[in-house]
């Protein structure tokens, strides 16, 4: 069964670079698409972005001069990284494993989540 | 961007209950649409893909339909386990959006 686990600082400084790494345990990282997808205190959901296990990525525009998500085969991990972070950015991210690849299915198998807070 | 507007907000019900949640889209796309539940502190669990198919190990009380512009959750008959937050999600047109989530509290 296919379990993601985010890691990664949970306190990051205004201006500076958010990084986190997803692992994927008990099943291969290729033939699927990664999400990262993000949850401020108390509000919805949205999209960052995602990437195929080959290396082609999708962002969404509201983020995409600041995001980079980048995919590790070898060790079965993808990761996020958004610079010149601010409080808005402060949000309990989430990995996620895109259901399907020639048609989505949803997101059916997600991380537990990463609180990161951004505050100097 | 697509604006997904789920209605209500917040939903007061009762053990038992058939509950409907609603999400209408701010442009028309055909089913590229799943529902998640989530819990306190807990990730997305994905309930319905395709508008109305039903994710594996997912009770039968729940189920999605509706295509174009407006879809609908229904839970047949309310348990406790099923008190939490939804959301809908489309994933038709990037950037994927979501819904802004319907909490089903406890009548």
């Known amino acids: 069964q296919v379990q993601l686990q985010e890691s990664g600082p949970g306190l990051v400084k205004p201006s500076e670079t958010l990084s986190l790494t997803c692992t994927v345990s008990?099943?291969?990282?290729?033939?699927?698409?990664w999400t990262w997808i993000r949850q401020p205190p108390g509000k919805g959901l949205e999209y960052i972005g995602y990437?195929?296990?080959?290396?082609?990525?999708n962002y969404n525009p509201s983020l995409k001069s600041r995001v980079t998500i980048s995919v590790d085969t070898s060790k079965n991990q993808f990761s996020l990284k958004l610079s010149s972070v601010t409080a808005a950015d402060t949000a309990v991210y989430y990995c996620?494993?895109?259901?399907?690849?020639?048609?989505?299915?949803?997101?059916?198998?997600w991380g537990q989540g990463t609180t990161v807070t951004v505050s100097s | 961007d697509i604006q997904m507007t789920q209605s209500p907000s917040t939903l007061s019900a009762s053990v038992g209950d058939r509950v409907t949640i609603t999400c209408r889209a701010s442009?028309?796309?055909?089913?590229?649409l799943a529902w998640y539940q989530q819990k306190p502190g807990k990730a997305p669990k994905l309930l319905i893909y395709?508008?109305?198919t039903l994710e594996s190990g997912v009770p039968s009380r729940f189920s999605g339909s509706g295509s174009g512009g407006d879809f609908t959750l229904t839970i047949s008959s309310l348990q406790p386990d099923d008190f939490a937050t939804y959301f809908c999600?489309?994933?038709?047109?990037?950037?994927?959006?979501f819904g802004q989530g319907t909490k089903v509290e406890i009548k």
């Open positions: 996620a494993r895109v259901s399907g690849t020639v048609t989505f299915n949803g997101m059916g198998v």
């Open positions: 008990g099943g291969s990282i290729s033939s699927y698409y």
């Open positions: 990437i195929y296990y080959s290396g082609s990525t």
């Open positions: 442009q028309s796309f055909s089913s590229w």
């Open positions: 395709k508008a109305s």
């Open positions: 999600h489309q994933y038709n047109t990037y950037p994927w959006t």
